[in-house]
């Protein structure tokens, strides 16, 4: 699953999108909490959505639980490259 890069990260990566992975900062652009930022927590690739901290739901009783998102309504702001693969991926296409 590919979510857009910030105008910054494009510029850097000469890249428009990128995978999603769980650790990537991502501002939501649609939707209820648009304009959030938060750490992507969750990423389900058979239902194709992800969940990003601090955007919820609340239960009737009370109780919060977190709101998947699509990730075509987000867009990457910052992203983890703590994984060795994931720095080459994107040094192939700056070359």
């Known amino acids: 699953m590919h979510a857009p890069l910030s105008k910054a990260l494009r510029e850097e990566l000469k890249r428009r999108n990128a995978q999603l992975r769980k650790g990537d900062t991502v501002k939501v652009m649609r939707g209820d909490h648009a304009g959030t930022e938060g750490e992507v ?8 959505t992800i969940k990003v901290a601090g955007v919820s739901n609340y239960r009737a009783d009370g109780t ?3 709101r998947t998102i699509h990730p075509s309504n987000v867009m990457i702001v910052k992203l983890n490259l703590e994984d060795a693969e994931r720095e080459k991926i994107f040094a192939r296409r700056s070359e």
């Open 64 to 66: 919060e639980v977190p």
């Open 41 to 48: 927590e969750d990423v389900d690739l058979k239902k194709c």
